[in-house]
């Protein structure tokens, strides 16, 4: 059974850091990229970050661009999102997903994660 | 950037009718690489539909995807009471972005 769970929400300070885990099972880990994907209290899904299988690869939404770092450990079968210069428009739940093709981008997500909470507020 | 735009906003009706949702693209998704998700309160996003038309494993056949280029459309043929959540388009052709939403509510 596929499991992704996300750890590392909470309350920061606007200009803080926050460091997310996805820890994976249930499937091989470093065939399929990893995205994350987030959701502002009552609004849609807008996605954030995507990182190939075997980690080489890396791509990011323009709103966070150059604040936020994915990356894996494909030894530990976890991803993370660093996030720095945090903002109030990065309230928001992020939910680690899977992609469903096993190509080195991502495409459309088969399992997603229950999400981590982090709100940035001062 | 690719932007999707849902309409309606919300869908009022009733359990055993039929649902229409529209996914409308700034520009043409290539290779119909679009996919739709239902999400419930409370509850991760769950795939229903990818490559416009294909329906994801364990997906019942009431739920079905059509279109190309820059319109697409989810079809529930007949609501059932678990049915009733809001629904999000993606396209993955170029990059990734979703649509706002459709909830599907009770009349």
């Known amino acids: 059974e596929v499991q992704l769970l996300e750890s590392g929400g909470g309350l920061v300070q606007p200009g803080g850091s926050l460091r997310l885990s996805c820890a994976a099972s249930g499937f091989t880990f470093n065939n399929y990229a990893l995205s994350w994907v987030r959701q502002a209290p009552g609004k849609g899904l807008e996605w954030v970050s995507a990182?190939?299988?075997?980690?080489?690869?890396?791509y990011y939404a323009d709103s966070v661009t150059g604040r936020f770092t994915i990356f894996r450990d494909n030894t530990k079968n976890t991803v993370y999102l660093q996030m720095h210069s945090l903002r109030a428009e990065d309230t928001a739940v992020y939910y680690c997903a899977k992609d469903a093709v096993g190509l080195g981008t991502a495409t459309h997500f088969d399992y997603w994660g229950q999400g981590t909470l982090v709100t940035v507020s001062s | 950037e690719i932007v999707l735009t849902q309409s309606p906003g919300t869908l009022s009706l009733s359990p055993g009718e039929r649902a229409t949702l529209s996914c409308r693209a700034s520009?043409?998704?290539?290779?119909?690489?679009l996919a739709w998700y239902q999400q419930k309160p409370g509850q991760a996003p769950r795939l229903l539909i990818y490559g416009a038309s294909s329906r994801a494993t364990g997906i019942p056949d009431r739920f079905s995807g059509s279109g190309s280029g820059t319109d697409f459309t989810l079809t529930i043929s007949r609501l059932e009471p678990e049915d009733f959540a809001v629904y999000y388009c993606?396209?993955?052709?170029?990059?990734?972005?979703f649509g706002g939403g459709t909830k599907v509510e009770i009349k």
């Open positions: 520009q043409s998704v290539s290779s119909t690489y």
């Open positions: 993606q396209q993955y052709g170029s990059s990734l972005t």
């Open positions: 990182i190939s299988g075997g980690g080489g690869s890396t």
